[in-house]
């Protein structure tokens, strides 16, 4: 999974690195972007660089996938999208993305994600994809019905961030 690179039509999926973390931070400290996350905002660059740190020693032990979103022509950081909470033996992980505001409702999540999710099937031999959002997050919620996930449950009062208590929708994706 370490040097997984993926090409769709307009992105290229790939390991983040330490130039990318002035662009994380940026997305990632967004409030708007934060908004529906299990944590807060991000509220400085030792955070960015402790997240692409992490990842990369997650890929090297094979527990997740985290791959920059990067536009083709541009070169410029969108945001990323990975695999985590991955169980090889029930051949399974969670599917999450987060892109910046400014491509919002320009079809990069479902471009990223769908090819993130086909190389889950097609190379990992995954069985099941899972995705876990608040039920409010309905941009989200679409995103992964376009991709065929199905809410497939609701856990109630999962996470309280900031004093704000928040449901947690549970989507599935099986393998065809």
């Known amino acids: 999974m370490l040097n997984t690179h993926i090409k769709t039509e307009r992105l290229e999926?790939?390991?983040l690195d330490d130039k990318d973390a002035a662009g994380l931070l940026e997305i990632f400290s967004d409030?708007?972007?934060?908004k529906y996350?299990?944590?807060?905002?991000?509220?400085?660059?030792?955070?960015?660089r402790q997240f692409i740190s992490t990842s990369a020693d997650a890929m090297r032990?094979?527990?997740?996938?985290?791959?920059?979103?990067?536009c083709k022509e541009t070169k410029q950081l969108q945001g990323k999208v990975m695999l985590f909470n991955?169980?090889?033996?029930?051949?399974?992980?969670?599917?999450?993305?987060?892109?910046?505001?400014e491509s919002w409702g320009k079809g990069i999540v479902f471009e990223a994600s769908s090819a993130?999710?086909?190389?889950?099937?097609?190379?990992?031999?995954?069985?099941?994809?899972e995705a876990e959002i608040d039920p409010d997050n309905t941009a989200s919620g679409k995103a992964l019905e376009r991709l065929g996930f199905?809410?497939?449950?609701?856990l109630k009062q999962r996470w309280e961030?900031?004093?704000?208590?928040?449901?947690?929708?549970?989507?599935?994706l099986l393998a065809k």
């Open 13 to 15: 999926l790939k390991k």
């Open 31 to 34: 409030p708007e972007v934060m």
């Open 37 to 48: 996350w299990n944590t807060p905002p991000w509220n400085s660059i030792e955070q960015a």
């Open 61 to 70: 032990n094979l527990s997740s996938l985290t791959l920059g979103i990067y």
């Open 86 to 101: 991955y169980d090889k033996e029930s051949r399974r992980a969670e599917l999450g993305f987060g892109i910046k505001r």
């Open 116 to 129: 993130l999710v086909e190389y889950a099937f097609n190379q990992l031999n995954l069985r099941r994809l």
């Open 150 to 154: 199905e809410q497939e449950g609701l």
């Open 161 to 172: 961030i900031g004093g704000i208590v928040s449901d947690s929708a549970i989507y599935g």
